[in-house]
Structure formats: structure tokens, C-alpha cells
């Protein structure tokens, strides 16, 4: 029952340093923040109004139209990739020092294991 019990507790304390895990990567980049969330409405409305623009008022030519909105839809696609390398950067940070502390304690838990063993060698 206690075993239990501790591996509950283990479990919740495990789901809450993931779900702060997961709002720290989403700060970084790694969900739709609100910044984000701007820089895209604003270059598909920028898109949008030069097609506009171009194709029905004929305000500029079709053809400067159709090449300035695929400029800015470049635009979007590498800050989209910057975003992503932001977060896959900060994920690989964390895991990077979360291995770095497995093998800190894999170390002292052979150490430990050996002097286990010469101290039961001693008292036999």
C-alpha cells in the first residue's frame, strides 16, 4: 500500500514538472504565443491585401503582386524555422543537463554499490 501510495505522489510531481516544462518550451517558442500569434496575422494580411491589391483593384501589377506576397510568405517560413530552432535548442539544452545529472548520480550509485560491497566484505 505505501509503495503505492509514494509511486502516486512520484507520478503527480512527474505530470507537474512536465506541465511546467512544457509552458517554459512554449515561452521560448515552442507553442503559439502571442507574439507569434501577431507576426503571422500581420504577414497574411500583408499577403492578402497585395493579392487584393494586384488582382482586383489592379492598384499594382498582378505580376509585382504575386512576387511581393511570395516574399513575405518566405518571410513567415524562416521566422516560422527560427521559432522552431529557438525551442528545438532550449529542449536540447534541458536534455543535454538532465544527462549530465543522470550520469552525476549513475557515478555515486557505483560508488555507493562498491563500498557496499567492501563493507560487507569487512564484516564477514
Known amino acids: 500500500m505505501r509503495g503505492e501510495e509514494q ?17 517554459i518550451v512554449g515561452q521560448i517558442g515552442g507553442s503559439n504565443n502571442k507574439q ?3 507576426v503571422n496575422t500581420l504577414l ?4 492578402v491585401a497585395l493579392l ?3 488582382g482586383v483593384f489592379n492598384r ?8 511581393v506576397a511570395i ?7 524562416i521566422w516560422m524555422f527560427y521559432e522552431s530552432q529557438r525551442a528545438s535548442h532550449f529542449q536540447f539544452w534541458i536534455l543535454n543537463s538532465l544527462e549530465f545529472r543522470i550520469n552525476e548520480i549513475y557515478k555515486k550509485t557505483k560508488k555507493l554499490e562498491k563500498d557496499l560491497e567492501l563493507l560487507n566484505k ?3
Do not use: D, M
Open 52 to 54: 487584393v491589391l494586384g
Open 36 to 38: 507569434n500569434k501577431i
Open 7 to 23: 509511486l502516486r505522489e512520484e507520478l503527480q510531481e512527474f505530470q507537474k514538472e512536465k506541465e511546467r516544462i512544457r509552458n
Open 60 to 67: 499594382i501589377t498582378p505580376s509585382l503582386a504575386v512576387q
Open 44 to 47: 497574411i494580411v500583408i499577403i
Open 71 to 77: 516574399l513575405f510568405g518566405v518571410i513567415k517560413l
Open 122 to 124: 569487512t564484516k564477514e
